[in-house]
């Protein structure tokens, strides 16, 4: 059983920062990537931001120099510094993992989302 639990979401106003965090635990083997991605229209998921366990990251345009994504793979987390936010940043966030239980496969997990909002 593996579960990815997020924390930091909330109530911030235009131009602040939040910062997110996300603890994998569980039947873990190896972690490969770990990643942000806020609720898109017809229940679709967008990236934000994703990290590898080498530290390669990728950012989608909109967030980029506004938003930096870390991992402490020691700690099984991944987190999302969030600059500059705009209203249009107001979402729910989840969070991402690929990672593998036994050697020779891997799954993606799914955290539960936390909501962020940016409102003046």
């Known amino acids: 059983q593996v579960q990815l639990v997020e924390s930091g979401g909330g109530l911030v106003q235009p131009g602040g920062s939040l910062r997110l965090s996300c603890v994998a635990s569980?039947?873990?083997?190896?972690?490969?990537?770990m990643g942000w991605y806020r609720q898109a229209p017809e229940n679709r998921r967008e990236l934000d931001a994703d990290?590898?366990?080498?530290?390669?990251?990728n950012y989608a345009d909109s967030v980029k120099g506004r938003f930096t994504i870390s991992r402490d793979n020691a700690k099984n987390t991944v987190y999302l510094q969030m600059n500059s936010l705009k209203p249009e940043d107001t979402d729910v966030y989840f969070c991402?993992?690929?990672?593998?239980?036994?050697?020779?496969?891997?799954?993606?997990?799914w955290g539960q989302g936390t909501q962020v909002t940016v409102s003046s």
């Open positions: 991402n993992a690929l990672l593998s239980t036994f050697p020779g496969q891997a799954d993606d997990y």
């Open positions: 569980g039947s873990i083997f190896s972690i490969f990537a």
């Open positions: 990290i590898t366990s080498d530290g390669v990251t």
